[in-house]
């Protein structure tokens, strides 16, 4: 049997350093929102020959079109603007193959109203709370004790910080887009991080059943030994499935998939090693 808690001090200091520099980037450069929140419209458009970013600002500008972001990569422009009507994507689109002297094709126009917007942000906010007062209350009675449901709850909000920091990472460096994607990735990576630790801590009730409320740590190093290589086992084979989908996916998805990897791999680390420690932690202080 492995003493794991032994370094439960590095542990924390890991996810200190990580949920650290993420809330940093949180607070200094935010997000890139995507249309799904902010209302506007997203125009991607494929030309003979790629387009030059300061000519496509001024063409938009000329329609009364306030840009939020422009993405050009070889001959396909993505173009994020304030809400735009059929008839103002039209003359932008004439507008840019007359100056460029280029065929330009639409592939996709869309526009989201800010009123839209505000509501899928609000029904994201009660979807999560929701998810977190189901889960608490789900362990409380699965567990007999709050303890349990308390210590998986924080793994969970650790795991939420360090994929939320993450992204505000990918954002400011890469340009990735806070769309719905980003929260269904979310509240599924903070699914996953609960099931990996239940199997944990099913184990240390056991033998808390079994044998009686004895040394907390042995039972916790007990279960991470018996459970280790079955959650290592079983999150590989999510990730090598996100590396595919990362190398072979379009870049419509490449984001969403990336996020899930990161909470993969979280959730992976948390459940044995912050999870676990909040427990022994908690049950000690129980006890004395």
Do not use: C
Not at 125 to 143: C, N
Not at 231 to 254: A, R
């Amino acid at each position: 049997m492995f003493n794991f808690l032994k370094f439960q001090k590095l542990y924390f200091a890991i996810s200190t350093i990580v949920i650290g520099f993420g809330l940093y980037s949180i607070v200094t450069w935010g997000y890139h929102y995507s249309i799904d929140f902010v209302g506007g419209s997203n125009i991607e458009y494929r030309s003979t020959k790629p387009l030059k970013s300061d000519l496509v600002e001024k063409i938009v500008k000329t329609e009364k079109g306030i840009i939020n972001d422009i993405s050009i990569v070889d001959t396909i422009t993505i173009i994020q603007v304030q809400p735009l009507d059929e008839k103002q994507e039209l003359k932008i689109r004439t507008s840019l193959e007359a100056q460029a002297k280029v065929k330009i094709e639409l592939l996709r126009f869309e526009t989201v109203g800010p009123t839209l917007g505000k509501e899928t942000m609000n029904k994201t906010i009660i979807a999560s709370i929701l998810a977190l007062m189901g889960i608490l209350i789900y362990m409380s009675f699965a567990f007999k004790g709050l303890n349990f449901a308390l210590a998986a709850i924080l793994a969970m909000v650790h795991d939420f910080l360090v994929v939320i920091g993450s992204y505000s990472l990918l954002s400011h460096y890469f340009g990735a887009q806070l769309d719905t994607l980003f929260v269904t990735a979310v509240l599924t990576t903070m699914s996953f991080s609960v099931h990996d630790t239940i199997v944990i801590f099913d184990k240390i009730r056991e033998y808390i059943n079994t044998e009686g409320r004895g040394n907390i740590d042995y039972y916790a190093n007990r279960a991470l030994t018996e459970t280790m290589v079955r959650s290592l086992n079983n999150s590989m084979t999510i990730v090598f499935m996100l590396l595919s989908l990362i190398l072979l996916g379009g870049s419509m998805i490449k984001f969403f998939v990336l996020t899930l990897l990161i909470g993969t791999i979280t959730g992976t680390y948390s459940s044995p090693f912050i999870a676990t420690s909040i427990l022994v932690w908690l049950e000690k202080r129980k006890n004395r």
